[in-house]
């Protein structure tokens, strides 16, 4: 895969669909663009040599967010991201970011997002608080 780079001239989109074959893939391509929202070098972004870069690079960045399904009693991975997930998700949304002028939220597996949980972003990912960018990874983005 081609590194990912952003223009600063060129103002990241509100949310990106990540798909790709294998999850590593998906995973390295919605950190880089995670990273490219809480940049804030002046050229090309990411940078990686920013603090925020580097944060981001060691997955300790404040401003981004991973959305996983979340396990079930039993300790396995539930089927689906729940509708409660996304409405926790649009509540952080709303608060200032940390660190950065901006957030990230990597929703993996988005895929596999209910119907309820679909309908309960789809606001939020159309008219998203300013400085937030949302990268769902999916396996197959028709499912979307």
Known sequence: MAELKFNNSNRL??????????????LRAARRIAAAAVCNAPGDRPCGACR????AENGIHPDISLIQRLEDDKGKLR????VSQ?????????????????KAYIIQDADTMTT????????????????????????NPAAM
């Open 13 to 26: 989109s509100q949310a990106y669909i990540v798909s790709a074959p294998s999850e590593q893939e998906r």
């Open 52 to 55: 925020h870069c580097r944060k």
């Open 79 to 82: 089927n689906s991201l729940l």
């Open 86 to 102: 996304t409405r926790a998700l649009a509540v952080d949304a709303y608060v200032l970011p940390n660190e950065a002028a901006g």
């Open 116 to 139: 309820e949980a679909q309908n309960a972003a789809l606001k939020l990912f159309e008219e998203p608080p300013r400085g937030v960018v949302f990268i769902l990874c999916v396996t």
